[in-house]
C-alpha cells in the first residue's frame, strides 16, 4: 500500500491554470475510475473536490476538473485564485478493497 | 445537515489501547461505507479502515492489520475505531468519513488528535 506519488509543490499565478498529477499503479488508478480529489486548507477538514476522476460534487467550482490516462491522474485549477491555495490530495480504491492517498501537493498562488 | 463529530482521543503509552468514536447526525451510519483516515500533524492524509454498509466488511491498511477494529452501533448512529497494540507511530489526527458508491469520502468529521508516546 504505497503512497501515490504527488508532487509536492505547484505554483501559479492569479488567472492561470496549474496541474498536479497522481501516480499510482496498475493496481489501483490504474485499474478503476475510482479517484477523488481533496483540497485542505490549514487546519481545517479535507474537502472532496473530485471523484470518479472527473465528476464534481455540487457546489464545487467547474475550475476545477479531472482526468486520468494509464496509471496517472491529474486534477487541473483553471483561473487560479489565492483561495485555491491549499494542499491537495488525491486517492484511489485499490483492488483489495482498500484505498490509498497520494502524498500531497502544497499549491501557492503566487 | 449533516455531520461527524469524533471523540476519544488523547494521550494513550505505547503498547495500551484507546476507543475513537464518530457520532453521525443528519443521516443514517448503515446506510453507508465509512471510513477512518488519520493524518500525523504537518504530515498527508493515510487511509485506515472501511466499514461497509451492511456492516458484514471490514478492511485495514497493512499498518494496522491486527491491531486496530473498526465497527459501529446502530442504535447509537456512532462509528467506532478500538486501536490496541498502540505505537509512537500511530500518532495523528483521526477523522471519520462517510463513503459513497463511487469510493469518495463526501463527509468528514472534524478530527480527534491522539497521541502515543510515555
Known amino acids: 500500500q504505497s503512497a501515490l506519488t504527488q508532487p509536492a509543490s505547484v505554483s501559479g499565478s492569479p488567472g492561470q491554470s496549474i496541474t498536479i498529477s497522481c501516480t499510482g499503479t496498475?493496481?489501483?488508478?490504474?485499474?478503476?475510475?475510482?479517484v477523488s480529489w481533496y483540497q485542505q486548507h490549514p487546519g481545517k477538514v479535507p474537502k472532496l473536490m473530485i471523484y470518479?476522476?472527473?465528476k464534481r460534487p455540487s457546489g464545487v467550482s467547474d475550475r476545477f476538473s479531472g482526468s486520468k490516462s494509464g496509471n496517472t491522474a491529474s486534477l487541473t485549477i483553471s483561473g487560479l485564485q489565492a483561495e485555491d491555495e491549499a494542499d491537495y490530495y488525491c486517492?484511489?480504491?485499490?483492488?483489495?478493497?482498500?484505498?490509498?492517498f497520494g502524498t500531497g501537493t502544497k499549491v501557492t498562488v503566487l | 445537515e449533516v455531520q461527524l463529530v469524533e471523540s476519544g482521543g488523547g494521550l494513550v503509552q505505547p503498547g495500551g489501547s484507546l476507543r475513537l468514536s464518530c457520532a453521525a447526525s443528519?443521516?443514517?451510519?448503515?446506510?453507508?461505507?465509512m471510513h477512518w483516515v488519520r493524518q500525523v500533524p504537518g504530515k498527508g492524509l493515510m487511509w485506515v479502515s472501511r466499514?461497509?454498509?451492511?456492516?458484514?466488511?471490514?478492511t485495514y491498511a497493512d499498518s494496522v492489520k491486527g491491531r486496530f477494529t473498526i465497527s459501529r452501533d446502530n442504535a447509537k448512529n456512532t462509528l467506532y475505531l478500538q486501536m490496541n497494540s498502540l505505537r509512537a507511530e500511530d500518532t495523528a489526527v483521526y477523522y471519520c468519513?462517510?463513503?459513497?458508491?463511487?469510493?469518495?469520502?463526501?463527509?468528514w468529521g472534524q478530527g480527534t488528535l491522539l497521541t502515543v508516546s510515555s
Open positions: 443528519g443521516f443514517t451510519l448503515s446506510s453507508y461505507w
Open positions: 468519513a462517510r463513503g459513497t458508491a463511487a469510493a469518495s469520502l463526501d463527509c
Open positions: 496498475g493496481s489501483d488508478v490504474g485499474s478503476y475510475n475510482l
Open positions: 470518479d476522476v472527473t
Open positions: 466499514l461497509n454498509d451492511d456492516g458484514t466488511s471490514t
Open positions: 486517492c484511489s480504491y485499490v483492488s483489495d478493497s482498500t484505498y490509498v
